[in-house]
């Protein structure tokens, strides 16, 4: 009994002390990585490039080329060891000519904005019909009867009192995804939504729809969500309530586009990547500046940062910038098919596809034993205002790298103000502070810089 | 020896389970706090009229007038159980017509946005001279027999590594406040220096500087980063560089202006004080958005909030809306000095004058066990992304309440962008978040809850 107690009383005291340990190298190697993304203006060059002279960039359009052929560029000036571009087929939709709509309340014709939903089919001129406002899923199956002929307006809010702005966006995104398909389903000729936003503003947001295999291909679109206060005040009144729209996007075959690859060479062992990534396609609207141009910048400052400092990796080090995050996720599903093929060894991949913001941490979709890993890099970060090292969910591009040892982590940023910008005409360079978009760069490259030391000792302890 | 080791072990085990215990009630109080702040748009309302209707307020000011009067009106609208005017003596300093100013590079002009700083001498007419440019003080110094008649260029930047912008603007801001009687020593005619910002913009900011008793008023001005950029590289050329400044400035009488106090009867300890506060006025710039009109409506929130959701405080909760900070701190000293003639017991006092950006936390300036009971805070408020609870400074207004026994506490926001605003035409309406805004009032609110809590906690264990 004694002698358990005593032992016990010695793992207590040796747990209390397990608290990583952390080197002069460490924190002189990311004092120099923060010093050099915050004194350097590169990567916001780089952004205001890619916003004011390409801009928006659908994949499957020619902005999209153009961005292919500049990261390209970029990457070799840094100069990486090595850039190529890795073939990935990718989808073609245009919107066509700018949307018009209009909102009738009695005689009287309210013009407002309106955007295509990504992927949805026009509406072969004119389409102007009455308008059943649901809640949500549940409230168009209950009023399935009344919707014939009709336009669904699915006006389904952001809970503001969710705290992460993603979680509101999670919990309402399946309007857009499936709203056109529900509604079809009880014989709406079209549908309309609230943008899926956490801003009371004029801007409609744009994004993913998908028709479903069995249902009539409706248009959908989506207003802003003044509009859409607009339009539910409007349906309370006894006047008769018509929407009308215009919108000639087109579906075409798809076409052949690439993901640009950068990679400083592992000094010691070059077959093992840590891959850095965000999406270089955008939604055709604004300039991509948020979604995802910070993450394509940052993603390629980290190697800028690395080589700047002199900081020389054992690991191979892969900036990669995915074509066609937004519609289909061809390049994160190419990238990780063409990685098997391949036999690469992916040791992580971290992902920024969360906006420019100021970093908060990096959630972590790992085994247990790594994501303890990564927790207990928390102490160390705590100057640089990292606090959140946690289990979750990563990224989409870099999902499908998913096999049970590859460490998966998405960059957490302060999203209050993402879903402002979201798939709008909003997303500019402007709504991109500098400082934050530099912190999240070196926040990156500081994880790079752990897990390539964290690869040297287990694999000189083996 | 085996009774002591026992003795550890079972205290090591206590130590282990000394995790501060949160219940059902603070949960909820506090879940309907942040629910009711992110569904309600009054804060956000009360600073659009704040900033569009009233605008800047410089203490002294007509506009601050209008403030007070305003605050007044907002306090007694919640219902406050009792709002009053606490008469306050304030500097009068009044910038005048327009700043003109324009560099020569040889023959050549270009005329720049200047700033006065606050409190500076007009310049009697046109002020033309050449201009010496120094790094700092000390620079100025080993430069001290070339600066007679001269106007001395301070050109000191942010260094950009620092991470938190706060700490580089401790280091530069005696530039400001002490620059024209550093420069006035040997002879100066004038002094112009970098603003304090960590953007590269065309914004001059302003700001309270001081001259020393011995030595000669000489007019003091900042300019934008990019025009201290641009005069910089001038002087590199071999050309001839004059300086040419008009400012009209003036001091006056002082005159009486007001704190603005509204408070929440205790219900239990009424005679026991929690302060929340801001600043009423700002500089003569601008609209006095984040600087500090979002503390301001964020102090008024959480007196709304508590009223809206049923809270009965046991202790008189507080807002004090203090009039010239920016100036002197008359409304912080006043506030203190009355306080301690009728005998007021505070307890706490919480200030929100970081910008109304995300909240992080708060700092405390108290005594070790008090700092330790706020750190025990911080695992109840992760959900609400607050992380960072830790002795620190609290805030210019709230200072001179310091006493051994009154907690005080400054709310910690992401500051990462508050240096583009601060003390500018630039600081607006347009540049606060509705939501960051919120969850900083709730956060303010939670922590009034809990220190209320513990108010009643202590006082029914005596």
């Keep these: 009994m004694m002698k358990n107690i005593l032992l016990l009383f010695v793992s207590l005291i040796l747990a209390s002390q397990v608290k990583a340990q952390f080197t002069k190298q460490d924190s002189s190697v990311v004092k120099g990585f923060y010093s050099e993304a915050l004194s350097t203006a590169q990567a916001y060059n780089d952004l205001y490039y890619l916003c004011k002279k390409i801009g928006h960039r659908i994949a499957g359009s020619e902005a999209a080329d153009k961005a292919i052929l500049w990261g390209d560029s970029v990457l070799k000036s840094i100069p990486a060891d090595n850039v190529f571009l890795m073939p990935v087929k990718v989808p073609k939709w245009k919107r066509g000519k700018k949307e018009f709509a209009a909102i009738y309340v009695g005689k009287k014709k309210t013009e407002i904005p309106l955007r295509a939903l990504g992927g949805s089919v026009g509406t072969n001129g004119t389409l102007k019909a009455e308008v059943v406002e649901v809640k949500d899923f549940e409230d168009l199956k209950a009023k399935g009867d009344q919707v014939k002929g009709k336009i669904v307006f699915i006006n389904k809010a952001f809970d503001p009192a969710i705290i992460n702005t993603g979680s509101a966006y999670g919990n309402t995104s399946p309007i857009r995804t499936n709203g056109a398909s529900e509604a079809a389903k009880y014989g709406a000729v079209g549908c309309i939504i609230r943008s899926l936003t956490s801003a009371d503003d004029k801007f409609p947001h744009t994004g993913a729809m998908r028709y479903k295999d069995d249902v009539t291909k409706i248009p959908a679109a989506a207003l802003s969500s003044l509009d859409a206060h607009f339009l539910h005040e409007a349906l309370q009144s006894n006047k008769k309530i018509l929407f009308e729209m215009r919108m000639e ?105 969360g906006g420019g913001f100021t970093p908060k941490g990096f959630s972590c979709d790992a085994q247990d034993g790594q ?52 798939h709008t005409d909003n997303d500019r360079f402007e709504n991109v502070n500098k400082r934050e978009l530099e912190l999240g760069a070196a926040s990156m490259a500081s994880l790079v810089y752990f897990i390539d030391q964290k690869v040297q000792k287990e694999t000189t302890q083996k």
């Excluded at 891959?275 to 910070?294: I, N």
């Excluded at 900036?319 to 990780?336: H, K, M, P, S, W």
């Excluded at 640089?384 to 460490?407: H, Q």
Aim: with cysteine; charged share 25%; glycine share 12%.
């Design 249 to 353: 996007c087109e579906r075409f075959d798809s076409v052949m586009q690439s993901n640009v690859i950068g990679e400083i060479k592992g000094t010691v062992y070059p077959e093992k990547i840590i891959v850095v990534g965000g999406h270089l396609d955008s939604w055709d609207v604004g300039e991509g500046a948020h979604d995802d141009g910070t993450g394509i910048v940052q993603s390629m400052e980290v190697l800028r940062i690395m080589k700047a400092t002199g900081y020389k990796p054992a690991c191979t080090i892969r900036a990669v910038l995915y074509i066609n995050e937004e519609f289909g996720n061809d390049g994160g599903e190419t990238y990780a098919k063409v990685a098997k093929e391949k036999g690469w060894e992916h040791v992580a991949a971290i992902e920024s596809d």
């Design 371 to 422: 994501v303890e890993w990564a927790k207990s890099l928390m102490p160390f970060f705590e100057p640089y205002n990292l606090y959140s090292f946690k289990r979750g969910w990563s990224g989409v591009d870099i999902g499908p790298l998913k096999n049970g040892s590859t460490m998966l982590f998405a960059l957490m940023v302060d999203g209050q103000r993402y879903f402002d910008f979201h």
